[in-house]
């Protein structure tokens, strides 16, 4: 059946696949620079949590391939909607990274502004922006603008009911949304095997008559043409797609984790042999699309962008106490008025 998804996950940069493309050089260039200014500006926003300028940082160190691909897959007219560990994603969309840092440096709001971006807030329930994105989407349709959204989830999220209601909606109503799951083994630290005995999480489609894959999450230009075909079959107006990416998270859950406890050196020793950077300037030195030039004037690129964030983060922002009562109620009670009053009096007599 057309929605089945591949019987193991698509890879192209070892071995061609007769139904994806490989993309142009110019594209996976732009992906290979993505994924690393991405890794240095993630290892300077952990750097920035060890200082105390974040409160905390949920690392995507390893899942370049499919933060990147992501945000490299959709167009300026579409919608993507993160989760707390799509930092790298949202970036690689071009949003100031200062921005993107705002809700992790527990600011009230999450930084960027959401219409002009069409990002989403980054979203720490797991799932319920996959109902959002599916209602969007179902509005985009209705109003034939030809936009399509796109949900970041982790395996984790595969778990949460509204998963399940976002899936079943968005067939009903054959919304134009995209679903990347980015299986990083593990929700926290609960193993992939203790979620689910499904063949894939790709497989969790079917029942509901949703187009599924799964991917190779570590080959760059495999995650790149299985998320353009994803895109294109739901701007058609083919209904959702739903694709699985298999990748890793080589750091722990967030700066709070101690992720020696549920996995072992050498699991993580055998990922790091298939990293998604390293594989994509091998595939790209081979084809003669890179040499030692690129790589070094693109890692400069990457350490001035890191060095621009650190500067700019370490100002400390402007805290306005007043703002704990303006967006409350739509008209403040005569409790809050009496503590603003309270709260004003205290400010003045300093």
């Keep these: 059946m057309e929605w089945l998804p591949s019987s193991s996950p698509v890879g192209l940069l070892e071995q061609p696949d007769p139904n ?6 110019p594209r996976l260039l732009a992906a290979y620079r993505a994924m690393v200014v991405g890794r240095r500006f993630d290892a300077q926003a952990t750097t920035l949590t060890k200082q105390g300028r ?3 940082y949920p690392s995507s160190r390893g899942q370049e ?16 909607f993160p989760t707390y560990r799509d930092s790298v994603a949202l970036v690689t969309r071009g949003i100031d990274p200062v921005e993107v ?13 959401v219409p002009s971006t069409r990002t989403a807030p980054q979203c720490t329930p797991l799932a319920t922006q996959t109902l959002h994105a599916v209602g969007l989407a179902h509005g985009e349709a209705r109003k034939g603008s030809g936009a399509v959204a796109l949900a970041l989830i982790g395996d984790g999220a595969t778990s ?11 067939a009903v109503f054959r919304a134009p949304v995209v679903f990347l799951v980015q299986n990083n083994g593990y929700a926290i630290s609960v193993p992939l095997a203790k979620q689910s005995v499904a063949p894939s999480l790709a497989h969790k489609g079917i029942g509901y008559g949703v187009r599924s894959e799964q991917v190779d999450g570590n080959d760059a230009a495999a995650v790149l043409s299985v998320l353009d075909a994803a895109v294109a079959h739901a701007r058609s107006g083919a209904g959702p797609f739903l694709v699985e990416a298999h990748t890793y998270r080589m750091e722990a859950h967030t700066n709070a984790d101690d992720a020696g406890r549920y996995r072992s050196a ?21 084809a003669g699309h890179l040499d030692d030039a690129a790589v070094e004037r693109i890692a400069a690129e990457a350490e001035e962008f890191a060095a621009q964030v650190r500067s700019r983060m370490q100002a400390e922002p402007t805290a306005d106490p007043a703002e704990l009562f303006r967006h409350v109620y739509a008209e403040p009670t005569p409790q809050l008025r009496e503590q603003l009053a309270q709260l004003q009096a205290e400010q003045e007599a300093l």
């Design 101 to 113: 840092l705002t809700l992790l440096r527990g600011d009230w709001h999450c930084g960027y502004d």
């Design 160 to 170: 949460e009911g509204d998963f399940h209601e976002a899936l079943n909606f968005a």
């Design 266 to 286: 050498d699991e993580v020793e055998q990922w790091r042999q298939r990293d998604p950077i390293d594989r994509l300037e091998r595939h790209l030195r081979a």
């Design 20 to 25: 994806y493309p490989v993309p142009e050089p």
């Design 65 to 80: 391939a499919c933060q990147v691909g992501a945000a490299l897959s959709i167009g300026a007219q579409d919608w993507l």
């Design 54 to 56: 974040l409160a905390v």
